[in-house]
Protein backbone atom coordinates (compact mmCIF):
# COMPACT_ATOMS: atom_id res chain seq x y z
CA UNK A 1 0.00 0.00 0.00
CA UNK A 2 1.58 3.13 -0.73
CA UNK A 3 2.93 5.17 2.12
CA UNK A 4 0.61 8.38 1.05
CA UNK A 5 -2.53 6.39 0.10
CA UNK A 6 -5.67 8.74 1.51
CA UNK A 7 -9.68 7.97 1.24
CA UNK A 8 -10.43 11.63 2.16
CA UNK A 9 -10.44 15.20 1.57
CA UNK A 10 -6.81 17.10 2.47
CA UNK A 11 -5.79 20.80 2.10
CA UNK A 12 -2.12 22.23 0.99
CA UNK A 13 -1.27 25.15 1.77
CA UNK A 14 0.71 27.10 -0.77
CA UNK A 15 3.88 29.39 0.03
CA UNK A 16 4.02 31.27 -3.18
CA UNK A 17 3.17 34.72 -3.83
CA UNK A 18 4.33 37.95 -3.25
CA UNK A 19 4.21 39.66 0.67
CA UNK A 20 3.28 42.90 1.62
CA UNK A 21 6.21 45.06 3.06
CA UNK A 22 5.33 46.35 6.65
CA UNK A 23 6.52 50.09 6.35
CA UNK A 24 9.52 51.22 9.45
CA UNK A 25 8.73 52.51 11.94
CA UNK A 26 10.36 56.38 11.93
CA UNK A 27 8.98 58.25 14.52
CA UNK A 28 11.36 56.86 17.68
CA UNK A 29 12.70 59.19 19.33
CA UNK A 30 15.93 57.99 21.33
CA UNK A 31 16.86 60.53 24.18
CA UNK A 32 20.05 60.44 26.74
CA UNK A 33 20.25 62.74 29.82
CA UNK A 34 20.29 62.22 33.48
CA UNK A 35 17.72 62.23 36.34
CA UNK A 36 19.42 62.22 39.64
CA UNK A 37 16.59 61.51 41.64
CA UNK A 38 15.12 58.75 39.60
CA UNK A 39 14.50 55.49 40.76
CA UNK A 40 17.38 52.93 40.32
CA UNK A 41 14.82 49.99 39.43
CA UNK A 42 12.90 51.58 36.90
CA UNK A 43 15.53 53.49 35.10
CA UNK A 44 18.81 51.49 35.33
CA UNK A 45 21.70 53.26 34.12
CA UNK A 46 23.10 52.89 30.57
CA UNK A 47 19.84 50.66 29.22
CA UNK A 48 17.37 51.66 26.97
CA UNK A 49 13.91 51.73 28.58
CA UNK A 50 10.42 52.35 26.72
CA UNK A 51 8.37 54.80 27.26
CA UNK A 52 5.00 54.34 25.40
CA UNK A 53 3.57 57.75 25.54
CA UNK A 54 2.88 57.36 29.05
CA UNK A 55 3.34 60.77 31.26
CA UNK A 56 3.16 58.67 34.59
CA UNK A 57 6.72 56.55 33.64
CA UNK A 58 8.01 59.64 33.79
CA UNK A 59 7.27 61.05 37.02
CA UNK A 60 9.78 57.94 38.65
CA UNK A 61 12.45 60.16 37.48
CA UNK A 62 12.07 62.63 39.70
CA UNK A 63 12.54 66.58 38.95
CA UNK A 64 16.31 67.17 38.39
CA UNK A 65 18.63 66.86 35.66
CA UNK A 66 17.76 67.35 31.78
CA UNK A 67 15.41 64.04 31.29
CA UNK A 68 12.10 64.86 33.27
CA UNK A 69 11.80 68.23 31.74
CA UNK A 70 12.88 66.87 27.89
CA UNK A 71 10.11 64.51 28.19
CA UNK A 72 7.67 66.50 29.31
CA UNK A 73 8.13 68.99 25.80
CA UNK A 74 8.72 65.97 23.42
CA UNK A 75 5.13 64.10 25.29
CA UNK A 76 3.34 67.62 24.86
CA UNK A 77 4.06 67.30 21.30
CA UNK A 78 2.52 63.81 21.00
CA UNK A 79 2.15 60.85 22.71
CA UNK A 80 5.50 59.62 21.22
CA UNK A 81 6.98 56.12 21.32
CA UNK A 82 10.56 57.55 23.12
CA UNK A 83 13.70 55.03 23.95
CA UNK A 84 15.06 56.72 27.30
CA UNK A 85 18.88 55.96 28.54
CA UNK A 86 20.27 57.75 32.04
CA UNK A 87 23.43 58.16 32.69
CA UNK A 88 25.02 59.47 36.21
CA UNK A 89 25.80 63.10 36.51
CA UNK A 90 29.62 63.41 36.74
CA UNK A 91 31.21 66.12 39.24
CA UNK A 92 31.27 68.44 36.04
CA UNK A 93 30.31 69.35 33.00
CA UNK A 94 33.27 67.74 31.20
CA UNK A 95 32.52 64.80 33.55
CA UNK A 96 28.85 64.57 32.78
CA UNK A 97 29.22 64.93 28.77
CA UNK A 98 31.86 61.92 29.02
CA UNK A 99 28.83 59.78 30.30
CA UNK A 100 26.90 61.02 27.83
CA UNK A 101 29.46 60.75 24.82
CA UNK A 102 29.82 57.05 26.35
CA UNK A 103 31.66 54.33 24.99
CA UNK A 104 31.28 51.96 22.24
CA UNK A 105 32.29 48.46 23.24
CA UNK A 106 30.56 48.77 26.87
CA UNK A 107 27.32 50.32 25.03
CA UNK A 108 27.68 53.24 27.55
CA UNK A 109 25.65 56.44 27.17
CA UNK A 110 24.17 57.07 23.45
CA UNK A 111 25.92 53.96 22.28
CA UNK A 112 23.24 52.14 24.71
CA UNK A 113 20.59 53.16 22.24
CA UNK A 114 22.34 50.67 19.81
CA UNK A 115 20.96 47.90 22.19
CA UNK A 116 17.38 49.15 22.01
CA UNK A 117 16.15 47.09 18.74
CA UNK A 118 17.50 43.87 20.00
CA UNK A 119 16.38 44.23 23.48
CA UNK A 120 13.06 46.46 23.13
CA UNK A 121 12.15 45.57 19.41
CA UNK A 122 12.32 49.84 19.24
CA UNK A 123 14.90 51.28 17.25
CA UNK A 124 15.16 54.38 17.46
CA UNK A 125 15.02 57.21 14.55
CA UNK A 126 15.46 60.32 16.29
CA UNK A 127 18.14 61.04 18.70
CA UNK A 128 18.69 63.86 21.36
CA UNK A 129 20.59 64.67 24.12
CA UNK A 130 19.41 67.90 25.29
CA UNK A 131 21.88 70.02 26.60
CA UNK A 132 25.16 67.82 26.39
CA UNK A 133 24.97 68.73 22.19
CA UNK A 134 25.20 72.51 22.33
CA UNK A 135 28.80 72.76 23.35
CA UNK A 136 31.47 73.82 20.85
CA UNK A 137 34.30 72.70 23.29
CA UNK A 138 37.26 75.45 23.32
CA UNK A 139 39.60 72.99 25.77
CA UNK A 140 39.40 70.21 23.34
CA UNK A 141 42.25 68.17 21.75
CA UNK A 142 41.73 69.29 18.34
CA UNK A 143 44.81 67.68 16.42
CA UNK A 144 47.99 65.83 17.09
CA UNK A 145 51.35 66.74 15.43
CA UNK A 146 53.92 63.88 14.81
CA UNK A 147 57.42 65.04 15.22
CA UNK A 148 59.10 61.67 14.88
CA UNK A 149 57.25 58.51 12.97
CA UNK A 150 59.57 56.32 14.65
CA UNK A 151 60.25 52.58 12.85
CA UNK A 152 59.21 48.89 12.97
CA UNK A 153 55.33 49.22 13.44
CA UNK A 154 52.84 47.50 12.05
CA UNK A 155 50.45 48.37 15.04
CA UNK A 156 50.32 51.36 17.54
CA UNK A 157 47.59 52.34 20.20
CA UNK A 158 47.45 56.42 20.56
CA UNK A 159 46.15 57.06 23.95
CA UNK A 160 45.68 60.53 25.16
CA UNK A 161 46.44 61.38 28.66
CA UNK A 162 45.73 64.41 30.84
CA UNK A 163 43.25 66.58 33.13
CA UNK A 164 40.16 66.63 30.60
CA UNK A 165 38.02 63.37 29.17
CA UNK A 166 37.18 61.90 26.20
CA UNK A 167 39.84 62.24 23.92
CA UNK A 168 40.52 59.13 21.47
CA UNK A 169 43.12 59.04 18.54
CA UNK A 170 44.58 56.71 15.99
CA UNK A 171 47.75 56.18 14.54
CA UNK A 172 48.22 55.76 10.57
CA UNK A 173 51.01 53.80 9.18
CA UNK A 174 52.97 53.76 6.78
CA UNK A 175 56.35 51.01 6.23
CA UNK A 176 56.69 50.81 9.85
CA UNK A 177 56.62 54.37 10.64
CA UNK A 178 53.76 56.41 12.46
CA UNK A 179 53.19 58.85 8.97
CA UNK A 180 49.99 60.57 11.11
CA UNK A 181 47.29 60.12 14.15
CA UNK A 182 43.84 61.40 13.45
CA UNK A 183 41.78 62.25 16.54
CA UNK A 184 38.24 60.80 16.36
CA UNK A 185 37.12 62.44 19.80
CA UNK A 186 38.21 65.69 20.60
CA UNK A 187 36.85 65.47 24.59
CA UNK A 188 37.06 68.52 26.52
CA UNK A 189 38.41 70.27 29.90
CA UNK A 190 42.03 69.67 28.91
CA UNK A 191 44.67 72.17 29.77
CA UNK A 192 47.41 70.03 29.15
CA UNK A 193 47.11 66.73 27.27
CA UNK A 194 50.36 64.50 26.50
CA UNK A 195 49.78 61.91 23.82
CA UNK A 196 51.37 57.97 24.70
CA UNK A 197 51.96 56.22 21.80
CA UNK A 198 52.27 51.96 22.31
CA UNK A 199 52.91 49.09 19.77
CA UNK A 200 55.65 46.78 18.40
CA UNK A 201 57.69 49.81 16.80
CA UNK A 202 59.78 52.71 18.45
CA UNK A 203 60.37 55.88 18.15
CA UNK A 204 57.26 57.30 17.50
CA UNK A 205 56.72 61.05 19.62
CA UNK A 206 54.02 63.33 19.12
CA UNK A 207 51.86 66.33 20.58
CA UNK A 208 48.72 66.99 21.02
CA UNK A 209 47.33 70.83 20.28
CA UNK A 210 44.14 72.18 22.02
CA UNK A 211 41.79 74.69 21.03
CA UNK A 212 37.90 74.90 19.20
CA UNK A 213 36.42 71.58 18.53
CA UNK A 214 33.10 69.90 17.60
CA UNK A 215 30.83 68.69 20.02
CA UNK A 216 32.24 65.42 21.51
CA UNK A 217 28.42 64.17 21.47
CA UNK A 218 27.44 64.95 18.32
CA UNK A 219 30.55 62.66 16.94
CA UNK A 220 29.90 59.86 18.90
CA UNK A 221 26.13 60.10 17.84
CA UNK A 222 27.37 60.14 14.13
CA UNK A 223 28.34 56.34 13.82
CA UNK A 224 25.02 55.35 15.45
CA UNK A 225 22.81 57.38 13.27
CA UNK A 226 24.26 55.89 10.50
CA UNK A 227 23.47 52.41 11.64
CA UNK A 228 20.44 52.74 12.85
CA UNK A 229 19.23 55.28 9.84
CA UNK A 230 18.42 57.91 12.27
CA UNK A 231 18.72 62.06 12.35
CA UNK A 232 20.40 63.80 15.35
CA UNK A 233 18.36 66.52 16.42
CA UNK A 234 21.40 68.67 18.26
CA UNK A 235 20.83 71.62 20.32
CA UNK A 236 22.83 74.40 18.80
CA UNK A 237 24.71 77.47 20.92
CA UNK A 238 21.97 79.66 21.73
CA UNK A 239 23.88 82.80 22.09
CA UNK A 240 23.56 84.27 18.51
CA UNK A 241 22.59 83.77 14.72
CA UNK A 242 26.90 83.73 13.68
CA UNK A 243 27.37 81.25 16.50
CA UNK A 244 24.37 78.94 15.38
CA UNK A 245 25.90 78.99 11.55
CA UNK A 246 29.33 78.34 12.84
CA UNK A 247 28.55 75.13 14.62
CA UNK A 248 26.56 74.59 11.63
CA UNK A 249 29.65 74.28 9.66
CA UNK A 250 31.51 71.70 11.93
CA UNK A 251 29.43 69.27 9.83
CA UNK A 252 28.48 67.90 6.71
CA UNK A 253 25.95 64.99 7.16
CA UNK A 254 22.22 64.61 5.81
CA UNK A 255 21.64 62.71 9.52
CA UNK A 256 21.98 66.03 11.11
CA UNK A 257 18.90 68.89 11.52
CA UNK A 258 19.76 71.36 13.95
CA UNK A 259 17.48 74.85 15.28
CA UNK A 260 18.67 77.89 16.91
CA UNK A 261 17.27 79.61 19.65
CA UNK A 262 16.41 77.38 22.52
CA UNK A 263 12.56 78.22 23.33
CA UNK A 264 11.36 79.66 26.60
CA UNK A 265 8.74 77.54 28.48
CA UNK A 266 7.13 77.89 31.97
CA UNK A 267 8.95 76.58 35.21
CA UNK A 268 6.36 75.40 37.66
CA UNK A 269 9.29 75.05 40.72
CA UNK A 270 10.85 78.31 39.94
CA UNK A 271 7.47 80.35 38.70
CA UNK A 272 8.58 82.24 35.55
CA UNK A 273 10.06 81.76 32.01
CA UNK A 274 13.18 79.06 31.68
CA UNK A 275 15.40 78.43 28.26
CA UNK A 276 15.07 74.98 27.33
CA UNK A 277 16.89 72.81 25.18
CA UNK A 278 15.56 72.76 21.35
CA UNK A 279 15.73 69.30 20.61
CA UNK A 280 13.04 67.59 22.75
CA UNK A 281 10.90 69.89 20.88
CA UNK A 282 12.05 69.55 17.59
CA UNK A 283 11.90 65.70 17.68
CA UNK A 284 8.16 65.50 19.00
CA UNK A 285 7.21 67.79 16.35
CA UNK A 286 9.08 65.23 13.83
CA UNK A 287 7.13 62.34 15.76
CA UNK A 288 4.14 63.90 15.29
CA UNK A 289 4.43 64.94 11.80
CA UNK A 290 5.62 61.52 11.20
CA UNK A 291 2.34 60.42 12.86
CA UNK A 292 -0.11 62.87 11.18
CA UNK A 293 1.34 62.45 7.89
CA UNK A 294 4.25 60.50 7.06
CA UNK A 295 7.88 60.99 7.13
CA UNK A 296 7.71 62.43 3.42
CA UNK A 297 6.10 65.55 5.21
CA UNK A 298 8.37 68.18 6.34
CA UNK A 299 8.14 69.18 9.89
CA UNK A 300 8.61 73.14 8.97
CA UNK A 301 5.52 75.32 9.94
CA UNK A 302 4.33 73.06 12.88
CA UNK A 303 3.09 74.72 15.72
CA UNK A 304 5.30 73.93 18.86
CA UNK A 305 3.07 73.12 21.72
CA UNK A 306 4.64 75.16 25.06
CA UNK A 307 6.56 77.41 23.90
CA UNK A 308 6.21 80.77 25.48
CA UNK A 309 9.04 82.68 24.01
CA UNK A 310 12.18 82.52 22.45
CA UNK A 311 15.98 83.05 23.96
CA UNK A 312 16.17 85.66 21.39
CA UNK A 313 14.30 87.19 18.86
CA UNK A 314 14.35 86.60 16.07
CA UNK A 315 13.35 88.73 13.00
CA UNK A 316 11.20 86.93 10.41
CA UNK A 317 9.45 87.25 7.10
CA UNK A 318 8.17 85.08 4.06
CA UNK A 319 9.77 87.67 1.69
CA UNK A 320 12.75 89.86 3.07
CA UNK A 321 15.51 87.49 2.10
CA UNK A 322 17.94 89.41 4.76
CA UNK A 323 15.57 88.45 7.75
CA UNK A 324 17.27 86.53 10.39
CA UNK A 325 15.15 83.85 10.01
CA UNK A 326 15.73 83.98 6.36
CA UNK A 327 19.85 83.96 7.16
CA UNK A 328 19.67 80.99 9.60
CA UNK A 329 17.59 79.03 6.90
CA UNK A 330 20.26 79.82 4.08
CA UNK A 331 22.94 78.94 6.14
CA UNK A 332 21.02 74.92 6.79
CA UNK A 333 19.78 76.28 10.12
CA UNK A 334 16.23 75.59 11.37
CA UNK A 335 14.61 78.00 13.92
CA UNK A 336 11.97 79.36 15.72
CA UNK A 337 9.52 81.99 14.63
CA UNK A 338 6.00 83.67 15.91
CA UNK A 339 3.26 83.36 13.33
CA UNK A 340 0.19 82.92 14.60
CA UNK A 341 2.03 80.83 17.41
CA UNK A 342 5.59 79.39 17.53
CA UNK A 343 6.49 77.58 14.56
CA UNK A 344 9.49 75.32 13.73
CA UNK A 345 10.83 77.11 10.17
CA UNK A 346 13.67 75.09 8.44
CA UNK A 347 13.79 72.10 6.53
CA UNK A 348 17.50 71.61 5.64
CA UNK A 349 20.10 68.97 6.91
CA UNK A 350 23.42 69.78 7.56
CA UNK A 351 24.29 67.85 4.46
CA UNK A 352 26.21 69.88 1.27
CA UNK A 353 25.15 67.24 -0.72
CA UNK A 354 22.53 69.15 -3.04
CA UNK A 355 20.60 65.47 -3.21
CA UNK A 356 19.90 65.19 0.48
CA UNK A 357 19.78 68.50 1.56
CA UNK A 358 16.37 68.27 2.72
CA UNK A 359 15.28 66.42 6.00
CA UNK A 360 12.56 64.75 4.64
CA UNK A 361 14.28 63.40 1.67
CA UNK A 362 16.61 61.81 3.86
CA UNK A 363 14.15 60.12 6.11
CA UNK A 364 12.12 59.05 3.34
CA UNK A 365 14.63 57.19 1.69
CA UNK A 366 15.49 56.06 4.92
CA UNK A 367 12.14 54.38 5.49
CA UNK A 368 11.97 52.76 1.86
CA UNK A 369 15.65 51.40 2.56
CA UNK A 370 14.50 49.87 5.85
CA UNK A 371 11.16 48.71 4.83
CA UNK A 372 12.29 46.72 1.35
CA UNK A 373 15.06 44.99 3.08
CA UNK A 374 13.01 43.49 6.42
CA UNK A 375 9.84 43.32 3.78
CA UNK A 376 11.48 41.09 1.90
CA UNK A 377 13.51 38.68 4.56
CA UNK A 378 11.48 35.96 3.61
CA UNK A 379 13.04 35.24 0.33
CA UNK A 380 16.52 34.40 2.05
CA UNK A 381 17.73 31.24 1.60
CA UNK A 382 15.22 30.49 -1.09
CA UNK A 383 16.21 28.26 -3.59
CA UNK A 384 17.06 29.95 -7.06
CA UNK A 385 14.23 29.97 -9.68
CA UNK A 386 11.50 32.27 -11.80
CA UNK A 387 8.86 32.17 -9.06
CA UNK A 388 11.21 33.46 -6.16
CA UNK A 389 13.00 35.81 -8.50
CA UNK A 390 9.47 37.53 -9.33
CA UNK A 391 7.85 36.99 -6.16
CA UNK A 392 10.38 39.22 -4.64
CA UNK A 393 10.32 41.95 -7.22
CA UNK A 394 6.37 41.95 -7.44
CA UNK A 395 6.59 42.55 -3.26
CA UNK A 396 8.84 45.02 -3.80
CA UNK A 397 7.35 46.84 -6.63
CA UNK A 398 3.50 46.88 -4.47
CA UNK A 399 5.48 48.44 -1.96
CA UNK A 400 6.60 51.54 -4.19
CA UNK A 401 2.97 51.53 -5.78
CA UNK A 402 1.48 52.33 -2.46
CA UNK A 403 4.23 54.80 -1.33
CA UNK A 404 3.30 56.51 -4.54
CA UNK A 405 -0.74 56.27 -4.19
CA UNK A 406 -0.23 58.16 -0.30
CA UNK A 407 2.36 60.60 -2.37
CA UNK A 408 5.45 59.61 -0.59
CA UNK A 409 7.36 58.86 -3.44
CA UNK A 410 7.00 60.65 -7.12
CA UNK A 411 7.29 56.82 -8.76
CA UNK A 412 9.63 54.07 -8.53
CA UNK A 413 10.30 50.60 -10.52
CA UNK A 414 12.20 47.32 -9.55
CA UNK A 415 14.36 45.26 -12.41
CA UNK A 416 16.39 42.47 -12.70
CA UNK A 417 19.32 42.76 -14.69
CA UNK A 418 21.10 39.72 -16.45
CA UNK A 419 24.59 41.70 -16.82
CA UNK A 420 24.54 42.03 -12.94
CA UNK A 421 23.36 38.61 -11.76
CA UNK A 422 26.06 36.61 -13.90
CA UNK A 423 25.97 32.81 -13.49
CA UNK A 424 29.43 32.96 -11.25
CA UNK A 425 27.26 35.64 -8.82
CA UNK A 426 23.96 33.16 -8.90
CA UNK A 427 25.81 29.99 -8.23
CA UNK A 428 27.50 31.85 -5.39
CA UNK A 429 23.85 32.49 -3.81
CA UNK A 430 23.96 36.03 -4.56
CA UNK A 431 20.94 37.61 -6.34
CA UNK A 432 21.05 41.56 -7.14
CA UNK A 433 17.87 43.55 -7.99
CA UNK A 434 17.85 47.17 -8.80
CA UNK A 435 15.09 49.45 -8.37
CA UNK A 436 14.37 53.50 -7.82
CA UNK A 437 12.64 56.00 -6.75
CA UNK A 438 12.14 59.33 -5.94
CA UNK A 439 11.22 61.05 -2.66
CA UNK A 440 9.25 64.50 -3.12
CA UNK A 441 11.28 67.62 -1.76
CA UNK A 442 9.12 70.25 0.34
CA UNK A 443 7.68 73.27 -1.21
CA UNK A 444 11.00 75.67 0.65
CA UNK A 445 10.19 78.27 -2.22
CA UNK A 446 6.55 79.38 -3.80
CA UNK A 447 7.22 82.28 -6.13
CA UNK A 448 4.28 84.07 -8.03
CA UNK A 449 5.22 86.03 -10.91
CA UNK A 450 3.49 89.51 -11.19
CA UNK A 451 2.81 90.83 -14.60
CA UNK A 452 1.49 95.03 -16.00
CA UNK A 453 -1.45 94.42 -18.18
CA UNK A 454 -2.64 97.41 -19.64
CA UNK A 455 -5.59 95.88 -21.86
CA UNK A 456 -7.59 95.82 -18.32
CA UNK A 457 -8.40 99.59 -18.27
CA UNK A 458 -10.38 99.37 -21.97
CA UNK A 459 -12.01 96.67 -20.30
CA UNK A 460 -13.18 99.16 -17.92
CA UNK A 461 -13.67 101.92 -20.01
CA UNK A 462 -16.00 99.50 -22.67
CA UNK A 463 -18.29 98.64 -19.18
CA UNK A 464 -18.34 101.91 -17.99
CA UNK A 465 -19.17 103.29 -21.64
CA UNK A 466 -22.25 100.26 -21.70
CA UNK A 467 -23.25 101.42 -18.15
CA UNK A 468 -23.71 105.11 -18.54
CA UNK A 469 -25.31 104.90 -22.08
CA UNK A 470 -28.19 102.42 -20.41
CA UNK A 471 -28.89 105.50 -18.46
Known amino acids: MPADFLHGI ?112 LTPRILIAPSFTSIRPSDGVSGVAVS ?24 VIVDGAIQAINVFKAGMGYTQANVVITGNGAGAQAAATLGLCRNPVVSNLQGIAQRLRAIIV ?86 DQTAESQVLNGA ?31 RTADLVHESVEKGVAWALDRPFSVRNLVEVADSVNDFIRTLKTEEATLGGKVWFDP ?16 FDMEPPPPAERITFRVHRNGDYVDDVVTAAAARIAAL
Open 10 to 121: ETVEGNDGSRPIKRARMSVIGIVGTAPDADGVAWPLNTPVPVYGNRRAVAQLGTRGTLPAALSAILNQIGALIVVVRVVEGASVAGTMSAVAGYGPARTGVHALLRAGPDLG
Open 148 to 171: AGGQGYTWANVAIEGDGVGAGAEA
Open 419 to 434: AENTKDKILSGQWTYD
Open 332 to 362: DVTTFVREDGFRLFGNRTFSTDPAWTFLSVR
Open 234 to 319: PDLPNTTTRAAIDYRRDWNSARIYGADPWPRVWDVLSGGLVSMPASPFVAGAIAARDNQSGAHWSPSSMEINGVKGLSRPIDHSLF
